[in-house]
């Protein structure tokens, strides 16, 4: 592998000084500053869109982000002798954003929405490949709520049960409910949103994996990673899969949540429309159907202990979780200034 890996590092325009392994890849200390090899599963196209993406928002004040770089031909991708092909990205020192520090949450928030701002500033036209707008989110949930009742089904079949399973069946009716009121509402809000357009629009480009481990602290600034999964979608999904995490950690504190919302509204103000799309991401039960789906997917005969403490951690946050929820919906029904 070290061959392979000079091979590839030889395809670029800057001299390695020293190699380490980490996440999952390599990251060289060059003459050019830090870089990261990583093997690249997409397509050179979407390379080729994600490095102007990128460049952009460089352009436009987000200078500490993980720019692609070129090798020495021009190409954003190099490829091995097996047709193996790896991408080298700019790359930073820093810690890791603490799930634990409100100031580190806030931040990050602040920073997503300095992003999203920029974002709605890109010009190019986006390949087809990449517009997932709402639909994509849509048939997920309603695959996942016809998932959530197979599992259902499947339990009551059996005739003995484990204390996962009747842990599960007892709370189903409460979270198959949510998800279905959840699926009507976000196909209704779909059809509101498909006449608005410009910044009124729910749409634009998606950091796509926006998480604790993506958004880096230093005394140089924050730096935010790994924007591989970016797409066009609902462009607030970054935030509601992000303060979705991070509330779970915390026990739905209905303080942290409001606050993380307002760190994001006073640099860049959600509209209703936007609000009520982030409404439905808080709103589904997703981490009921993770547990049900992990449950589905694994050996019956012995249920794992982890996911009876998932399900009973997931059901004794649910309280604090319903009262976030209806304080976020509360709000839905004022009009906005």
Not at 133 to 159: C, Q
Not at 161 to 178: A, C, I, P, Q, T
Not at 225 to 244: A, P, T
Request: charged share 30%; hydrophobic share 35%; with cysteine.
């Amino acid at each position: 592998m070290y061959n392979r890996e000079n091979l590839i590092l030889e395809q670029y325009p800057f001299e390695v000084k020293q190699t380490a392994k980490g996440r999952g890849a390599l990251i060289c200390d060059t003459d050019k500053g830090l870089k990261i090899l990583k093997e690249y599963r997409g397509s050179e196209g979407r390379a080729d869109f994600l490095f102007g993406l990128l460049e952009f928002l460089k352009k436009h004040g987000q200078g500490r982000i993980d720019c692609i770089v070129k090798t020495k031909e021009e190409k954003t991708v190099a490829r091995d002798v097996d047709g193996t092909v790896y991408m080298v990205r700019d790359w930073y020192e820093g810690r890791e954003c603490d799930t634990k520090s409100r100031d580190d949450i806030l931040k990050a928030i602040r920073q997503l929405a300095d992003i999203h701002n920029s974002l709605r500033e890109f010009p190019t036209e986006l390949p087809e490949y990449l517009r997932t707008e709402g639909h994509a989110f849509l048939e997920e949930n309603e695959r996942h709520t016809k998932e959530l009742k197979k599992v259902r089904n499947f339990i009551s079949s059996r005739k003995k049960k484990s204390d996962f399973e009747r842990e599960f069946l007892k709370n189903f009716e409460v979270f198959y409910g949510e998800a279905l009121a959840v699926v009507k509402l976000q196909r209704e809000e779909l059809e509101k949103a498909a006449n608005a357009s410009g910044k009124e629009s729910i749409f634009g480009i998606c950091h796509g994996d926006y998480n604790q481990h993506n958004v880096l602290f230093s005394r140089q600034g924050i730096a935010v990673l790994n924007f591989e999964k970016s797409s066009y979608g609902i462009q607030v999904s970054d935030l509601g899969n992000f303060m979705r995490k991070i509330l779970e950690k915390h026990n739905w504190n209905m303080g942290l949540g409001m606050d993380m919302l307002g760190a994001y509204h006073h640099v860049r103000p959600l509209s209703g429309q936007e609000m009520r799309q982030l409404y439905i991401l808080l709103a589904y039960p997703e981490k009921f159907w993770k547990i049900a789906n992990h449950y589905f997917n694994t050996n019956k005969a012995w249920v794992c202990g982890r996911n009876i403490e998932k399900l009973e951690k997931f059901i004794s946050q649910n309280e604090a979780r319903e009262s976030f929820l209806n304080l976020v919906k509360s709000g839905l029904s004022k009009p906005e200034p």
